[in-house]
């Protein structure tokens, strides 16, 4: 398995901005396909962003435009930077990583939005 640490996290007013890091260990992050995934309390886990191992990308309706999801294989990292924030994306993120039998998760970060 593939561990998975998020960072970034924290408390942004309505329209600001965060970056959201997962750092990965081992040597084949660059195979990983990565997510980022969001738990509002008392909802299910809802898919964000996707980045495929070629660096193709994919979002959820909610976030489009407004999200932007990368990776950067030489620090075995990806990102999903945060911008135009809303009360709703309040949330726990979660990073997964995906290749072949291997599906890993994070611990989370939490994500607050409000004044």
């Known amino acids: ?6 960072s970034g996290g924290g408390l942004v007013q309505p ?4 970056r959201l890091s ?4 081992g040597n084949i992050f660059r195979l ?3 997510a980022w995934y969001r738990q509002a309390p ?11 191992s ?11 435009g407004r ?3 990368s990776r950067d294989n030489a620090k075995n990292t990806v990102y999903l930077q945060m911008n135009s924030l809303k009360p709703e994306d309040t949330a726990v993120y979660y990073c997964n990583g995906q290749w072949l039998r291997i599906n ?3 611990q989370g970060t939490q994500v607050t939005v409000s004044s």
């Open 54 to 64: 070629d660096g193709s990308t994919n979002y959820a309706d909610p976030v489009k």
């Open 104 to 106: 890993s998760w994070g």
């Open 1 to 6: 398995q593939v561990q998975l640490v998020e």
């Open 67 to 69: 999200f932007a999801i």
């Open 42 to 52: 008392g909802k299910q886990r809802e898919l964000v962003a996707t980045i495929t």
């Open 32 to 34: 990983l396909a990565m």
């Open 15 to 18: 329209g600001g901005s965060l």
């Open 22 to 25: 997962c750092a990965a260990s």
